[in-house]
């Protein structure tokens, strides 16, 4: 089995900063992708970015330029580092991950979800 463990959300005030972290654990092959995304109260999850092995990069256009995510490879941990955060970005955020737990075999996984809550 793989668990997904994120940490790292909070209270924080209009263009604050926080970090989030995300570690993957289990039986785990080779990881494709991870990635966040976010789900804020009457709406849809929506992604907000992701990795892919090859550290190839995507993310919603409205967190461009102020959140960026990164991963170690080593860790198994991908991070979310968000900067000058607005109200419109409270949500619970999720870590998903693509991975192989076998050569040949490929599971999408979640996290817990962490809340992240941006308010003065």
């Known amino acids: 089995q793989v668990q997904l463990v994120e940490s790292g959300g909070g209270l924080v005030q209009p263009g604050g900063s926080l970090r989030l972290s995300c570690a993957a654990s289990?039986?785990?092959?080779?990881?494709?992708?991870m990635g966040w995304y976010r789900q804020a109260p009457g709406n849809q999850r929506e992604l907000v970015a992701d990795i892919i092995s090859s550290g190839s990069t995507n993310y919603a256009d409205s967190v461009k330029g102020r959140f960026t995510i990164s991963r170690d490879n080593a860790k198994n941990t991908v991070y979310l580092q968000m900067n000058s955060l607005k109200p419109e970005d409270t949500a619970v955020y999720y870590c998903?991950?693509?991975?192989?737990?076998?050569?040949?075999?490929?599971?999408?996984?979640w996290g817990q979800g962490t809340q992240v809550t941006v308010s003065s």
């Open positions: 998903n991950a693509g991975i192989y737990y076998a050569r040949y075999n490929y599971g999408d996984y």
């Open positions: 289990g039986s785990i092959f080779s990881i494709l992708r």
